[in-house]
C-alpha cells in the first residue's frame, strides 16, 4: 500500500521541506533540466528519504532511476511507450502509470503496474488536459478494475477533495497546487497529513 498523502514537487528542495515534517511518499517531476542536475536532484531526494523513511517517487527520468537505485518510477503513457519497462524491472525500480481513459488503463495494465494513478479527477489548471475531469465517482470503477494495486486519485485536488477521493475508492490523493502554490505550504502539508492519516 502507498501512504494516502502523495505530494508531486517540482525540485529536490522540497523533497528537503516536507519529509521531514512527516511525509511518507513523493514524486520528484523535475522538467526540463540537464541530465547532471536531474541526477543531482535525485541523489539528494533519495538521502533526504532514506534518512526519514520515506518513499522517493521520479517521474519520467527511468534510466537515471535505475543508474541512482531509486525504488520507484512514475510513468505516463508516453513515457510508457519509451522507457524500457524490462531493464526498469530488472532493476527492481516498481512503476505507477497515469490513466486518463479505459483505453491508456489497458495499455497500462499490460505491464504490470504497481499502482495506477486516475486523473484529472478535478479541473486543473497545472497542465493543459485533453480529458473532461473524471469526477470521484470514476474512481469507484477504475478501483474494481485495477484490482488489488493501490489507485491513486489526482488532479485539481484541495483536501476537502481528497477526503472526498479516498471515501470513493482511491488509496491515495496526489496533490501538487494546493501545496506548492499554497501561501504556506508546509502547514498545509501538515493539514493534509493530519486529515489523510484519519479513517475516511
Known amino acids: 500500500m502507498l501512504d494516502p498523502f502523495y505530494p508531486v514537487v517540482p ?7 516536507l519529509v521531514p515534517i512527516g511525509t511518507k511518499l513523493i514524486q520528484l517531476r523535475i522538467k526540463e533540466q540537464p541530465d547532471t542536475e536531474i541526477r543531482r536532484q535525485l541523489g539528494e531526494a533519495k538521502a533526504v528519504c ?5 518513499q522517493l517517487i521520479v517521474n519520467d527520468h527511468w534510466q537515471a532511476a ?3 537505485g531509486c525504488d520507484y518510477i ?12 524490462k531493464a526498469l524491472r530488472r532493476a527492481g525500480v516498481r512503476i505507477g502509470v497515469s490513466t486518463h481513459d479505459h483505453g491508456e488503463l489497458e495499455a497500462g495494465l499490460k505491464i504490470d503496474p504497481d499502482y495506477v494513478a486516475l486523473g484529472p479527477i478535478y479541473p486543473t489548471k497545472l ?6 475531469p473524471q469526477g470521484p465517482a470514476r474512481l469507484g470503477e477504475w478501483k474494481k478494475l485495477v484490482g488489488d494495486r493501490p489507485l491513486v486519485a489526482i488532479g485539481g485536488l484541495t483536501l476537502d477533495r481528497a477526503l472526498l477521493c479516498l471515501q470513493s475508492g482511491a488509496d491515495t490523493a496526489s496533490v501538487v497546487g494546493d501545496i506548492v502554490n499554497h501561501a ?3 502547514g498545509q ?8 492519516r484519519r479513517p475516511v
Request: aromatic content about 6%.
Open 11 to 17: 525540485d529536490s528542495s522540497w523533497v528537503a521541506r
Open 50 to 54: 532514506a534518512a526519514h523513511g520515506a
Open 66 to 68: 535505475i543508474d541512482e
Open 74 to 85: 512514475h510513468l505516463g503513457q508516453e513515457d510508457l511507450v519509451d522507457a524500457d519497462v
Open 127 to 132: 497542465k493543459q488536459m485533453p480529458w473532461a
Open 184 to 186: 504556506d505550504p508546509i
Open 189 to 196: 502539508a501538515k493539514a493534509w497529513l493530519a486529515a489523510t
